[in-house]
C-alpha cells in the first residue's frame, strides 16, 4: 500500500503515514470510559454490582491470585477511584491509565 513491506518491520512508521490508531490506546481508553460509565450507573444492573462484588472466603488455587480489572483501576486513580468517576477529574486519569497500558503492552 505503502511500498513498505512488513519484513521492513517499521510499523509505527507506517502508523504515522496513515494516521491510525494504535489498538492498545484504543481499548485502554475504551475500557477506562466503560469503568466511569458503569459506576456511575444508577439503575442496579448486574454491571455495576459486579464492580462492588467481593467473592466469598473458600478454596484458593495455588499461586499468586490473578489482576482484577478494579485493581487496574486503583493502581492509577488510587482507592477512592469509584469517588473519582463521578467527577471530571476521571477524564484527566485516563490519559494516564491508556499510557500505562501503551508502555506496558507495546
Known amino acids: 500500500m505503502l511500498g513498505v ?16 490508531t494504535d489498538i492498545a490506546q484504543r481499548i485502554s481508553k475504551l475500557k477506562w470510559q ?6 456511575r450507573r444508577t439503575d442496579g444492573t448486574w454491571g455495576s454490582r459486579v464492580l462492588e462484588w467481593r467473592p466469598r472466603f473458600g478454596k484458593h488455587s495455588v499461586g499468586r491470585p490473578p489482576a482484577r480489572w478494579t485493581d487496574n483501576l486503583k493502581k492509577v486513580a488510587g482507592s477512592g477511584w469509584m469517588r473519582k468517576a463521578e467527577d471530571r477529574v476521571w477524564r484527566a486519569l485516563g490519559k494516564a491509565y491508556v499510557q500505562q497500558w501503551t508502555l506496558v503492552c507495546c
Open 5 to 20: 513491506a512488513l519484513r521492513n518491520r517499521i510499523r509505527n512508521e507506517i502508523r504515522r503515514r496513515t494516521k491510525a
Open 34 to 39: 466503560w469503568a466511569g460509565h458503569v459506576y
